[in-house]
């Protein structure tokens, strides 16, 4: 069992940048994958961005075009480094953890049993 407490989401303008960071209650480096996902009212929860366990591979949404990093440390932390937001971005965001994960797993919200509570994040046009 983990817990996972984001933080870090805020209002910004459009072409702004924002750092999420997520930290897990215990050591996870080397067990658990990661990922962002977002989501806004009436519509699906999507992946923003998976890292293994390892922290070697890293996948993205395709909407992400390169503007946004995600990363870990070898313990509890995890960060999505966001740049050139806009509008669309807006969403609240979802830090999510699973046991081991694979190059499938990581991409789908319905492998990951551990949630935080999210944090907002609103871009203005």
């Known amino acids: 069992q983990v817990t996972l407490v984001e933080s870090g989401g805020g209002s910004v303008q459009a072409g702004g940048s924002l750092r999420l960071s997520c930290r897990a209650s215990?050591?996870?480096?080397?067990?658990?994958?990661m990922a962002w996902f977002r989501q806004v009212p009436g519509k699906e929860r999507e992946l923003v961005a998976a890292i293994s366990f390892t922290g070697k591979y890293k996948d993205y949404g395709d909407f992400v075009k390169g503007r946004f990093t995600i990363s870990r440390d070898e313990s509890t932390d995890m960060w999505l480094q966001m740049n050139s937001l806009n509008p669309e971005d807006s969403a609240m965001y979802y830090c999510?953890?699973?046991?081991?994960?694979?190059?499938?797993?990581?991409?789908?919200?319905?492998?990951?049993?551990?949630w935080g509570q999210g944090t907002e994040v609103t871009v203005s046009s």
């Open positions: 999510a953890a699973q046991v081991g994960g694979t190059s499938t797993s990581r991409l789908d919200s319905a492998a990951y049993p551990f």
């Open positions: 215990k050591n996870i480096f080397r067990i658990y994958s």
